[in-house]
C-alpha cells in the first residue's frame, strides 16, 4: 500500500461502520473475513465495497490508463487539459460561426442597396461614397463643401431615408 489510510469503513450488519486504521489492521488477525472483502480507496480512506463494484472500479481505472497512454502515444491534445483551478481550458475555444438567417439577411440587403444606390443622384451618391466608404467626417465635409456640418448632417440623413425608402 502506498499510503496508510486516516479510516476505514466496513460494512456489518449490513451497515457501514468507521474504524481507524490501526483497529482495522488489528481486527484483520481476527475476522478472517476481510481478507475475502474488497476495499477501494477513496479520499484518503478505504472503504468496503461488493465484488461488482470493485471489478467495475478497477476496470475504469484500466481504460483510462489505456485511454491516456494511447492518446500520449497518438499525440491527442484536448483542450480539457488546460483546464486548472484558475482557467477553463475550453474557454479559448470561440464560436466564430455565423447564424445562417443573419448571412442570408444581410446578403440579401447588400444585394438591395446596390441596386438603390445608383438611383440617387450624382451629388447624393458621392457624398454618401466620401462620408460611409472614404469615412471623411461630417466636419471635415462641410469645410470642403463651405456649409455648416448641421447642413451636411441633414443632407447624409435624408440620403439614407431616401435610400431605406428605395429598400
Not at 478505504?46 to 463494484?53: G, T
Not at 490508463?65 to 481550458?89: A, H, I, P, Q, V
Not at 447588400?110 to 454618401?128: F, G, M
Request: hydrophobic share 35%; net charge negative; proline share 3%.
Amino acid at each position: 500500500m502506498k499510503y496508510i489510510p486516516k479510516r476505514v469503513f466496513v460494512i456489518e450488519d449490513g451497515e457501514y461502520i468507521e474504524l481507524p486504521y490501526e483497529e482495522f489492521s488489528a481486527r484483520q488477525g481476527l475476522v478472517p473475513a476481510y481478507s475475502e472483502k474488497h476495499f477501494l480507496p477513496l479520499h484518503g480512506m478505504l472503504m468496503e465495497v461488493s465484488e461488482d463494484d470493485y471489478r467495475d472500479f478497477y476496470k475504469s481505472i484500466r481504460r483510462q490508463k489505456y485511454l491516456d497512454e494511447r492518446s500520449e502515444k497518438n499525440g491527442d491534445f484536448s483542450y480539457d487539459m488546460l483546464t486548472t483551478d484558475d482557467f477553463n481550458g475550453e474557454d479559448i475555444l470561440v464560436d466564430s460561426s455565423q447564424d445562417i438567417g443573419e448571412i442570408v439577411t444581410d446578403k440579401i440587403m447588400l444585394d438591395k442597396l446596390r441596386q438603390a444606390i445608383p438611383l440617387l443622384s450624382e451629388d447624393e451618391r458621392t457624398l454618401i461614397h466620401q462620408h460611409f466608404f472614404e469615412g471623411i467626417s461630417q466636419t471635415k465635409l462641410s469645410q470642403m463643401y463651405g456649409v455648416n456640418q448641421s447642413n451636411i448632417s441633414r443632407r447624409i440623413m435624408k440620403i439614407l431615408q431616401k435610400l431605406k425608402e428605395l429598400l
